[in-house]
């Protein structure tokens, strides 16, 4: 039996008749350490090939340990041999998790589940960052938000819908948190009085989250930091909300020079984070009343503040994980707001028209799910989050 098991090659997969016995010492290299299987019988179901990518060993080392390590590019090119180590396989867990978590809380909110189209006629955004492709004898694009369709379910007395499908962004630069192919995390709902509504049910949403992730995955997150060392993620019981001018006056008293109305660069909503957390001793909050020119063609106006808008941001870890607002309910606003961002007005006739048959005041909000478990666990990049990663230069496997 030795002989043949000294020839069986790592990773191969076994069936094993053995009994279990207290082990003299504690076996370290294994999750059950107290124990060890007296081997009786042992088959190969399947073998693997001599040669792997890497070794699990290294692929599984801690960030901090000694030894070899494989870096994220070989680990994209081996990811089925990668997506096995025990941190990888809590990663996805905890993945799966939070779909599973933001579909049960929206639908015990009263919200319902829709699909809506991933080919379409026009951008969503306005058409920055959009894959054209040819659709039979015309142009279309994929969808980089599932907003205008959201919206139309909204006006088709659909009054709290939800969506978690593929998003996609023609993001040319190499970044460590984007992706040309993302999962949303999305929703949209009919407020009564005012826009905050949205606001509330996200900071609630949110805290929810975070509260099942630190219990029902415990073990999953001390998994990753065994492998991937990270400070605590720290929130409140109420998500903090502050004013997009609070958040200007925090730079400018650190130091940081900026107009009232200039948008963050990655650098300094990195700075905010710091300060908050520091201030506040939290690693999310909330960014309310953005300037308008810096939002999309169907976010409302602020009525009161001239030149900002009713739309938010959430932030975590000093970077962005949601953006949303109030969108524009009034056709004929609508069709103003889409000629100042000159959005050629005949590609989004249907979704136009769809708000001259009365619409209710709405809101909007958008998770990318990647990022989100990026930033709570502190990975440092989006594709460790991504099973199967698409970027400007990845397109396999």
Avoid: W
């Avoid at 978690?164 to 993302?182: G, Y």
């Avoid at 004013?243 to 990195?270: N, P, S």
């Avoid at 949601?322 to 609508?334: E, I, K």
């Amino acid at each position: 039996m030795l002989n043949f098991v000294t020839d069986i090659t790592f990773e191969s997969l076994v069936l094993v008749e053995a009994i279990v016995v207290k082990a003299k010492e504690l076996v370290k290299s294994c999750t059950i350490q107290s124990v060890e299987l007296k081997v009786k019988q042992i088959h190969v179901i399947s073998k693997a090939a001599e040669r792997l990518p890497f070794a699990m060993e290294d692929a599984s080392r801690g960030e901090e340990d000694e030894g070899i390590r494989v870096l994220i590019d070989p680990r994209l090119d081996g990811r089925i041999i990668d997506l096995r180590t025990q941190g990888n396989q809590a990663i996805f867990r905890m993945q799966s998790g939070v779909c599973q978590l933001f579909h049960d809380f929206l639908t015990e909110k009263g919200f319902i589940e829709i699909h809506t189209p991933k080919i379409v006629a026009a951008a969503s955004e306005g058409g920055r960052n959009a894959f054209k492709i040819k659709y039979f004898n015309r142009d279309a694009y994929l969808a980089q938000s599932p907003q205008l369709y959201k919206q139309m379910a909204i006006c088709s007395d659909f009054e709290r819908v939800f969506e978690i499908a593929p998003v996609f962004r023609e993001e040319m630069a190499f970044s460590r948190s984007r992706m040309t192919e993302f999962v949303g995390l999305d929703l949209e709902m009919a407020f009564e009085e005012h826009y905050h509504e949205v606001l509330d049910l996200f900071d609630k949403l949110f805290v929810f989250i975070f509260d099942v992730l630190k219990t029902r995955f415990a073990a999953e997150i001390e998994a990753v930091k065994k492998q991937f060392p990270f400070e605590d993620f720290l929130y409140l019981p109420k998500t903090l909300r502050l004013d997009f001018k609070e958040g200007i006056k925090m730079l400018r008293e650190a130091g940081a020079e900026i107009d009232d109305f200039d948008g963050m660069t990655i650098d300094l909503e990195k700075k905010l984070g710091r300060l908050v957390r520091e201030k506040y001793k939290t690693d999310i909050y909330m960014l309310d009343k953005f300037p308008l020119a810096l939002r999309s063609f169907h976010t409302m106006p602020d009525p009161h503040n001239p030149g900002y808008s009713n739309s938010f941001d959430f932030f975590i870890r000093g970077e962005e994980i949601l953006s949303g607002g109030q969108r524009v309910h009034d056709a004929t606003l609508l069709e103003s707001r889409a000629r100042e961002h000159k959005v050629d007005l005949e590609t989004i006739r249907p979704y136009i028209d769809a708000f001259k048959y009365g619409a209710p005041p709405h809101g909007v909000g958008g998770i990318g799910l990647e990022r989100l478990i990026m930033l709570y666990l502190n990975l440092g990049n989006v594709r460790r989050t991504s099973m199967f990663p698409r970027d400007a230069k990845r397109l396999s496997p």
